[in-house]
């Protein structure tokens, strides 16, 4: 006798597209995970990444009703900028993504109008997937910072997503927290040109060109995790950059603070990492510069889902979405 809709479990779709791996997770309603697969690009761009999206959304729906699961919606986290009001994707790491027409492509691959899909920026899922199941589950008003190569925020105002016009809020990399300005931040911006992943290893490497001396980094071979190791063990140059880092995302907080007022800034990325004990220093260097009463009442915080945030927000997003 087969099963009636009201009996089957119901479940979502949450797909997290990087610039080098797709990772997918078929969740239920409570964000437990049934079902999770990791699937490498392998230097794939354009199409071929659209097909390998699709086809992984397919699976998932193969997989659901063998297990009799029902799957009520798909949520898609992508390492750009969704712009909702002409259904594209911006996303740089993925060669001929300047204005790809995700969405329709895995409407029509489902071919199910009954499932609704919804696609948002890494960053905005980010900080959904910390709504759900992270640091910032009891919060309606809450950024997620996340520094790696570049720099970005995901914030939720009011229990909403803010995006912007079309998709770009929350670039703040491009954030002007120096003068004068400089040709340097016309790819990336200020904030990310000194306080990124980039931009921590591009200063050590400029600082020891310059004539600095350093007893752990060489040029050419500079990582920011090497900058922080030699940090670690009080590196002139090493200490000279982190520091100025210190400043940067003490200011970027400030400003972040007096803005939206938050209960929480959540950092993450690959940077927050090796930084993550550094929280307290640029908390003290936000606090010279943030609104007081709006300071005091901030909590900077980790992120405790690591490389599953993104995912987490994808399927968060599924089900607000549903």
Partial sequence: MAKSKDSILGTVVGLDLGGTKLSGALFSKEGEIIHKTELLLGGKGGAEVGSMLVQQVLEFVAYARDKDYRIDSVGICVPGISNHSNQTIWAPNIKGWEAYPLLREVRNGLNDPSVPVIIESDRNCYILGEMWKGKARSCNNA????????????????????????????????????????????????????????????????????????????????????????????????????EQSIEYWGMAVANLVSIFNPEKIIFGGGIFGPAIHLLDRIAKEAGKWAQPIAMKE??????????????FGAGFLAIRNE
């Fill in 143 to 242: 950024i997620f910072m996340a520094v790696g190569t570049g720099i970005g925020i995901g914030i939720v105002s009011g229990g909403q997503i803010i995006s912007g016009a079309t998709g770009i809020a929350g670039a703040i990399g491009w954030m002007a927290l120096d003068r004068p300005y400089s040709p340097n931040y016309d790819l990336c911006g200020n904030f990310e040109y000194y306080a990124s992943g980039t931009g921590i290893a591009r200063n050590a490497e400029s600082l020891i060109e310059k004539g600095s001396r350093s007893e752990y980094l060489y040029p050419g071979k500079i990582s920011a995790r090497e900058v922080f190791e030699a940090y670690s063990k009080n590196d002139r140059v090493a200490v000279q950059v982190i």
């Fill in 298 to 311: 901030v909590i900077l915080e980790g992120s405790s889902l690591k490389g599953d945030t993104g995912l």
